[in-house]
């Protein structure tokens, strides 16, 4: 080996490191380590000036290393060590240390923060001398792209990737795709039908030739690497054979039981049925179908597949061993009794995560009276009311089949709450407005209430579209709302719904009867996010959303390359900013499919065979089943393409024989020892 | 046979009498001991919390002190709410705030006390609803309640904020109408405050809560209310005349303690039941012989 | 005398507690500078011998960070450093360490506010345990033996 010749630079960052760190201090500090040729400040390391000091000073007094104390490793890495690369240095002998987000940032202590900066810098100049020389792999790219989540966001994503004509694999857990948006009546602001809108692009989905959907499927298993997926699909049992199925609905129709609340209606099919106190009493009880749906079904009407499934927990045949009504009237004989759940592989080069949110349950809230008062009803169930396609064909009335004449829609229900979520559900302000006109326009004469914390309106038209609504005489009262109660004190308030709410603008407690309740629901992530979250191995933030890998500059990207996030899996998010996601995230994909290859980190493990004694405890720790045993030399060896680079099995080797490129034992122990140094 | 540390307080002895008859009553049909902590003094609740602050902790602390010596490991069963708030308060505090917990600790100190904060405050209710159980009360009752609609006031303090049921939708009280045969009742206002406080204060605010509560039992056809406290019972029974002179309403409701009711359905005896204000309506006092 | 300041070094994966530690600072928690950072890909990386050497090199404590259990990136890189905590624990204590300089946390990329108080508690806990000194003792063991030897 050469003898080291280290270059460091110490970067300002404009004020971010240098109003905490003492610069030049640690430049003068850095001229005096071991092996240092040059340290110099700059007060933009990331700068192009700032990059050309460093190809400069390589080329000129022939660096062999590079140290670059500034930013954290995870944001300008990749940076610093292009700039090697372009000067003719191989960009591993290149070694960042953090003095912003690990030192200035978090320090208020001048003379510590300094201190410790030179500290870290140490550990950086001790590890660079050992580092190697490393090359990154390319591996071929598989020209597909697996979508999960059949909602606008995969619809779209689908859509975008299939438009370079390269296969696109959709993977929805519903019989149709459409996901939440299919359930809208109107969307805001524009007040664009929301079925008009989506069911066009759901068609083009199912019949573009590059698209294969797989609805009522899950992804159970995913395995490999960027480019380089295997994903096993479980293809629910549907007990339709779809080849023979031709979606005319027979079955449907004819399906003798009625009674299964429907999960497209949201929660309306739970409700008790009305009945009137002076109903004649015939006996038998009248029949409830009000947001139900039968045994064998399809969500709704344009369900794309138009494809039936028996809901088997629910089919008669199935709970009793009797009925098979839908086998006999089934023409093509389509009906599959003996249909079992089935595992497809597929392999792809990315994978787009679209699969979207649930809403808030808003059970526990008890002073809003859900669950316990029919007529407390959450958004997307007032949503079914007003669509024409819902259980009231459009017409909004209340539990006892009554137009109301007051309706109070309560904002901000689970979000921006301690007690449940913290975040801002940032789109029900805005529908909760859109339901304020679609009230006002079905309704002329009832009497509209939006009790709301903030107004938050922040998207293109959405100012304009509330400022319409002030026009529409709708009562916008500042307040959180108290309690919603089925019992009246004044007279006019009996046989109602009671609002109480402490209207901040009046400075005064306020009691509004009213005759139906809407509940702004909270957006929280889908109810198997966490599990799919742990398949492919991504991180959530906080608010269990999953985790972004920049908030500003890779919002689509994850921590794992060639996977990637699009809509309201990612947080709460409106249609617009799903549908432009979900375009962000088919742009990436098709860039890497077009590029054709992509480049691995070279910082994997490997068994130096002189040292291996072959105790195979390496093998049964790698995840990827990277680690086989060499028979015949009775040692252990790593495929260099399964493995990953997490190094546990160099962690775990007794005899040192198992190192990782990069982060190998010699790199480690200098920088331990660079770290503590200082006396 | 369950034993637990009774801390009366002062309302048991004085309005809340029939509820310290009944309780005494009933706790031998349900087999629990109530071992009444000896030298208790007042539990702090009320006012006194927010005008002096570690002193209302510190005689509070001097009871857990006492009942951790006299029975060290057991329960300490508070009837009244304010009391079982009021304890309950203390030994949440003590261990969630060491500046506090330092300066009650040496007021301890001074009397000669100590309190490692090893105990548990309950409400009686609490212990007959988990401990005791509702098949044991079902099974323990004589005479089913049949037709007798009950409002169920759980009031304001023991739900809250430590409280062992929903706070805003109370259930445990229902749960034991229906073990005893009864009929609860929908009442919007089982968990809203009786306006007790402020009875001295503010009379007329007072009065006005009062009236809703008792509104509302009517508008349910309610023959009877519950209590779980001393205060809520002696507000809503003691100023129900007062209410309809204010308000030019005619309520006549009973208000029981649950205890009370529990011993009718027991048919055991004495309840104190005669010690009401508002005389038992007919569909009450078939119970009462 | 100058006070005691302890020097802790911190192994922290790359996936969760690096990132952690990085979200810390972009939100300006601030924390201690005992804390002695070095970035590992996987807390399953951190060979018991790094510990040591560690501990040799003049550390008063040293800390595991990784990824919360079920959230490795690399699959179960982390129940592999839980399964060898225990034992390393041991190991300390053989070499006559207090347990306690040694601690495995999790945190995970969103839990910025906690590294800064696992930190300032790590700080803490082995500012009570005092300087280690551990390279010292064992050379005055090992000349105080050897003196009474001869």
């Known amino acids: 080996m050469k003898n080291p010749v280290i270059g460091v630079y110490v970067c300002h960052c404009g004020s971010n490191i240098g109003s905490v760190v003492n610069v030049p201090e640690v430049v003068e500090f850095a001229k005096g380590l071991p092996n240092v040729a040059v340290a110099r400040e700059h007060k933009y390391m990331c700068s192009d000036p700032g990059q050309d000091v460093i190809k400069k000073d390589i080329k000129e007094l022939g660096l062999n290393r ?136 759901m068609v083009q989905a199912n019949t573009n030739p590059f698209i294969k959907v797989h609805a009522y499927s899950e992804v159970i298993e995913v395995s490999g690497y960027v480019g380089n997926f295997t994903v096993k699909i479980r293809h629910k049992a549907s007990y339709v054979n779809n080849d023979k199925c031709t979606g005319c609905g027979v079955c449907i129709t004819k399906c003798p039981e009625r009674g299964i609340p429907a999960e497209f209606e949201s929660g309306l099919g739970n409700r008790p049925v009305y009945v009137a106190p002076d109903a004649p009493q015939h006996g038998k009880k ?118 109301p004449k007051a309706i109070a829609i309560v904002h901000c229900v689970g979000s921006r709450d301690d007690k449940h979520h913290r975040h801002c559900s940032r789109v029900c302000c805005m529908y909760s407005l859109k339901y304020a006109h679609l009230i006002k326009e079905k309704l002329h004469n009832c009497e509209v209430y939006e009790f709301y914390i903030d107004m938050r309106c922040f998207g293109k038209g959405y100012e304009e579209f509330y400022s319409r609504l002030l026009q529409e005489d709708v009562r916008f009262v500042r307040g959180r709302v108290a309690e919603v109660s089925d019992w009246g004190i004044y007279p006019e308030e009996k046989g109602r719904l009671v609002v109480r709410v402490e209207d901040t603008l009046a400075a005064q407690v306020r009691r509004i009867p009213v005759d139906m309740v809407i509940l702004s629901t909270a957006l929280e992530p889908a109810e198997n996010a966490d599990h799919l979250k742990h398949t492919l191995h991504m991180s959530c933030s906080s608010d269990l959303f999953y985790l972004e890998r920049h908030p500003k500059l890779a919002p689509v990207s994850t921590a794992t390359d060639g996977i990637y996030i699009a809509g309201a899996c990612q ?36 068994i130096e065979e002189s040292m291996c004694t072959g105790c195979q405890i390496c093998i049964p720790l790698c995840p990827y089943t990277a680690i086989r045993r060499n028979e015949e030399k009775r040692i252990a060896y790593i495929e260099g393409a399964l493995c990953k680079g997490c190094g546990t099995c160099v962690g775990a080797c007794p005899s040192g024989a198992a190192q990782q490129w990069g982060f190998d034992d010699r790199q480690i122990y200098r920088e331990i020892e660079g770290v503590l140094a200082a006396k | 046979m369950n034993t637990y540390t009774y801390y009366p307080g ?87 705030f060491p500046e506090l917990r330092k300066r009650v600790d040496s007021a301890l100190d001074a009397g000669g006390l100590k309190y490692d904060g090893s105990l548990e405050v309950r409400h009686i209710l609490e212990v007959v609803v988990k401990d005791v159980g509702l098949e044991k009360v079902a099974a323990l009752t004589t005479r089913k309640l049949e037709g007798l609609k009950v409002a169920s006031y759980a009031g304001c303090q023991m739900v809250r904020p430590y409280g062992f049921d929903d706070s805003e939708c109370p259930v445990l009280l229902d749960n034991l109408v229906r073990a005893v045969g009864a009929t609860p009742v929908p009442f919007a206002m089982a968990a809203r405050c009786c306006g007790g406080s402020q009875m001295m204060t503010n009379e007329d605010a007072a009065l006005r809560m009062t009236k809703n509560i008792l509104l509302c039992a009517q508008d349910a056809g309610a023959d009877v209310i519950i209590t779980t406290c001393p205060l809520c019972q002696m507000n809503l029974d003691a100023f129900q005349a007062k209410v309809n002179h204010a308000f030019g309403t005619s309520f006549n409701i009973p208000i029981l303690f649950f205890t009370q009711l529990l011993g009718l359905a027991f048919q055991v005896k004495p309840l104190g039941i005669e010690r009401g204000v508002a005389k038992p309506g007919p569909a009450l006092a078939r119970f009462i012989s | 005398m100058e006070p005691f300041e302890p020097r802790v070094v911190a192994f922290l994966c790359n996936w969760c507690s690096y990132t952690g530690a990085d979200l810390a600072g972009t939100s300006r928690k601030k924390y201690p500078t005992n804390l002695l950072p070095i970035r590992v890909m996987c807390s399953g990386r951190v060979d018991p011998e790094f510990i040591l050497k560690a501990f040799r090199e003049g550390a008063d404590g040293v800390i595991i960070l990784g990824c919360h259990p079920g959230d490795c990136h690399y699959i179960n890189g982390n129940h592999k450093t839980l399964g060898r905590f225990p034992i390393l624990k041991k190991l300390v204590q053989q070499f006559g360490i207090h347990p306690d300089r040694l601690r495995l946390e999790w945190v995970s990329a969103s839990e910025g506010d906690r590294y800064a108080v696992v930190v300032a508690e790590m700080t803490e806990q082995v500012r009570k345990l005092g300087p280690l000194r551990w390279n010292t003792r064992i050379k005055e063991t090992v000349a105080a033996s050897a003196a009474g030897g001869e």
């Open chain 1, 286 to 403: 009248p029949k409830d179908t009000f947001g139900k749906r039968p045994a064998i079904y399809t969500p709704f009407a344009q369900a794309v597949p138009n494809k039936p499934v028996i809901d088997r927990d629910n089919c008669r045949y199935y709970t009793t061993g009797k009925c098979r009504v839908c086998e006999k009237m089934c023409e093509p004989g389509a009906i599959d009794f003996d249909q079992k759940d089935w595992i497809e592989e597929i392999q792809v080069g990315n994978i787009i995560v679209a699969t979207g949110m649930k809403t808030f349950d808003p059970t526990p809230m008890k002073n809003l009276g859900y669950g316990r008062i029919p007529d407390v009803y959450t958004g997307l169930e007032f949503e079914r009311i007003c669509h024409s396609s819902g259980p009231t064909e459009g017409q909004i009335l209340t539990w006892k089949k009554e137009s």
């Open chain 2, 10 to 96: 002062c309302s048991m002895s004085a309005t809340g009498k029939a509820y310290a008859e009944s309780l005494e009553t009933v706790a031998k049909v349900l087999d629990i001991r109530l071992a009444e902590l000896d030298d208790w003094n007042c539990c702090g609740a009320t006012a006194y919390f927010s005008v002096r602050e570690t002193l209302s902790h510190a005689i509070s602390a001097r009871n857990l002190a006492l009942a951790e010596a006299q029975g060290p490991g057991r329960d300490v069963v508070a009837a009244c709410s304010a009391c079982y708030l009021g304890l309950n308060k203390t030994n949440k505090y003590l261990k969630e």
């Open chain 1, 571 to 606: 947080g709460p998010k409106d249609i617009p900013d799903s549908v432009a996601q979900a375009g962000a995230a088919a742009a990436q994909a098709i860039g890497m499919i077009k590029r054709g290859v992509v480049e691995i980190e070279p910082t994997t493990a490997h």
């Open chain 1, 66 to 201: 590079v140290v670059v104390a500034s930013c954290s490793p995870l944001m300008h890495e990749h940076t610093f060590r292009k700039a090697c690369e372009s000067a003719g240095l191989n960009p591993y002998y290149f070694q960042m240390a953090n003095i912003r987000e690990q030192v200035s940032w978090v320090t208020t202590d001048k003379v510590r923060a300094t201190e410790k900066a030179k500290v870290v810098l140490v550990g950086a100049v001790n590890r660079v001398v050992e580092h190697d020389p490393l090359f990154v792999k390319s591996v071929p790219v598989t020209p597909a792209t697996l979508v999960i989540g059949g909602g606008v966001a995969g619809i779209e994503a689908a859509l975008q990737v299939a438009a370079s004509h390269t296969q696109v694999h959709l993977v929805e857990k519903e019989p149709s795709l459409g996901g939440h948006m299919a359930r809208f009546d109107k969307t805001f602001p524009t007040l664009d039908c929301a079925a008009c809108i989506l069911t066009p692009k």
